[in-house]
């Protein structure tokens, strides 16, 4: 019944910017934060970036100052805006959600992948 599904993947050359963007639904109980996860090639999945309810947001140092977080109460949603990206940007990002109640749901994954 929960779904996180992502989307706005895809292909870009380094420099460019993508918006990625997760479709929450089917969670009852009350969100405790969102997050953005990715997995590259041969590496274990990291921590990209993450948002509490009281709109607090955090991102590993690699993404700092290029990468921007936000979430959308009333849409359900969670966004992650990817400014001035980097081949090693490339992976597949998940979307996740952990609520209150410290129940956790992942998405399936979306593809980014940058040129260089």
């Known amino acids: 019944q929960v779904q996180l599904v992502e989307s706005g993947g895809g292909l870009a050359q380094a420099g460019e910017s993508l918006r990625l963007s997760c479709q929450i639904s089917g969670i009852s109980f009350r969100i405790f934060l969102l997050a953005w996860y990715r997995q590259a090639p041969g590496k274990q999945r990291e921590l990209v970036a993450q948002?509490?309810?009281?709109?607090?947001?955090t991102y590993t140092d690699p993404v700092k100052g290029r990468f921007f977080i936000s979430r959308d109460v009333d849409k359900n949603t969670v966004d992650l805006q990817m400014n001035r990206l980097k081949p090693d940007d490339t992976g597949i990002y998940y979307c996740?959600?952990?609520?209150?109640?410290?129940?956790?749901?992942w998405g399936q994954g979306i593809q980014v992948t940058v040129s260089s």
């Open positions: 948002i509490t309810r009281d709109d607090i947001a």
């Open positions: 996740y959600v952990r609520t209150k109640r410290a129940f956790e749901y």
